[in-house]
């Protein structure tokens, strides 16, 4: 028989209002988990991936205080202001929660505009995973750590495709700045003890992915050619290789990870690599428009200065070890950010 009195599990996510976050959220309150997530104060609310669980009256700046650092509450979710710049704010918050679990997935994570600002790159993306760390060290609190590394940490890399033991070579800010946290978390686990996996996440998107990243921009600019409200996209480099994923079951290998009895660290991907064209012409496809190049336009403004040639990443680790496989694949997922896209304009796509 189910014990009902036992306590709920808390989990405490940074980053919990962007794609991976909000998924992870909808993840753990299905797992019956008191999910706590780390927003920056804003004159604008950004809660939009989050509005399907969180449906609670906007209170007045005022009512906010009476509330302390808890902003917002809607059953199992619970919001609290904080920054990864402020590492006071994240000890406190720590200590108050006291949870199980920890993800961090706070970043400035768009690789483009690392370019354009390393340095609060370096100072969110890197020593933010410190801030946290020293936090756990500190509180003495027991606890399980997830740090959200990437791909983008290898870079050009000599081995492909790319798994746990590949060396790094980042070509970007961003990816300079995760190398920075992984190792600092391996250093910790290994130093202190402590309960730290590093999840080594190739390109995943979805329906919830910024705008600003290639595949939402692209899908997003489809459905407005087939709405008539757009005539071309911009995009840069189409030549570049990722290895694409689906983002809900790569949340599902987050927790997986966090349920083994020791931190290690995965590659989470799923081992095939298109190019942004392939991704370019698969949606315009599935939109029914052919011919799809007339209807790009090259801009140098997306070009970067160093440029990733193709990654592609061996998740045997992760399929032996946690049993995680991807099931959505590369046309799959171009399909479900297309139909989404079109959903939003009022467009029904009926497909056999």
């Not at 020791?262 to 095939?272: L, P, R, S």
């Not at 392939?278 to 200065?305: C, H, V």
Request: glycine residues 8%; neutral net charge.
């Amino acid at each position: 028989m189910e014990n009902t009195n036992q306590a709920k599990k808390k989990a405490f996510l940074t980053g919990i209002t962007g794609q991976d976050g909000s998924y992870l959220t909808d993840f753990l309150l299905a797992k019956n988990y008191e999910v706590h997530g780390l927003v920056r104060h804003s004159s604008v609310f950004n809660r939009q991936r989050l509005e399907h669980i969180y449906q609670a009256t906007r209170r007045s700046a005022q009512s906010f205080l009476e509330y302390g650092t808890d902003i917002e509450q809607k059953s199992n979710l619970i919001l609290h202001y904080g920054d990864l710049s402020d590492g006071s704010s994240l000890a406190r918050l720590i200590a108050k929660i006291q949870p199980d679990e920890i993800y961090n997935l706070g970043a400035q994570s768009h690789v483009q505009i690392s370019f354009d600002i390393p340095e609060y790159t370096g100072e969110i993306t890197g020593l933010g995973t410190v801030r946290l760390l020293e936090a756990i060290r500190e509180t003495k609190i027991k606890t399980k750590f997830y740090q959200a590394s990437s791909s983008e940490m290898f870079g050009n890399a000599e081995e492909t495709p790319q798994k746990e033991t590949t060396a790094f070579r980042p070509r970007s800010p961003y990816g300079c700045a995760k190398v920075y946290a992984y190792h600092t978390a391996v250093n910790y686990r290994e130093a202190y003890g402590l309960f730290i996996c590093n999840g080594i996440l190739f390109n995943h998107e979805s329906p919830r992915r910024g705008e600003n990243f290639v595949t939402r921009k692209i899908a997003k600019g489809v459905a407005e050619i087939v709405a008539g409200k757009r005539d071309h996209i911009y995009l840069g480099n189409l030549e570049a290789k990722r290895d694409w994923g689906y983002a809900p079951e790569y949340v599902e290998a987050m927790w997986l990870m966090m349920q083994q009895e020791q931190g290690d660290d995965y590659v989470i991907a799923t081992g095939e690599t298109h190019s942004v064209g392939e991704f370019t012409e698969e949606i315009f496809s599935l939109a029914g428009i052919d011919n799809w190049e007339k209807y790009i336009k090259k801009n140098p403004i997306y070009y970067r200065p160093t440029e990733i040639n193709a990654l592609i990443g061996d998740a045997t680790k992760a399929k032996n070890k946690l049993g995680w496989e991807p099931k959505i694949r590369f046309k799959e997922l171009a399909r479900i950010m297309l139909d989404a896209e079109l959903k939003k304009l009022g467009i029904i796509v009926i497909r056999n």
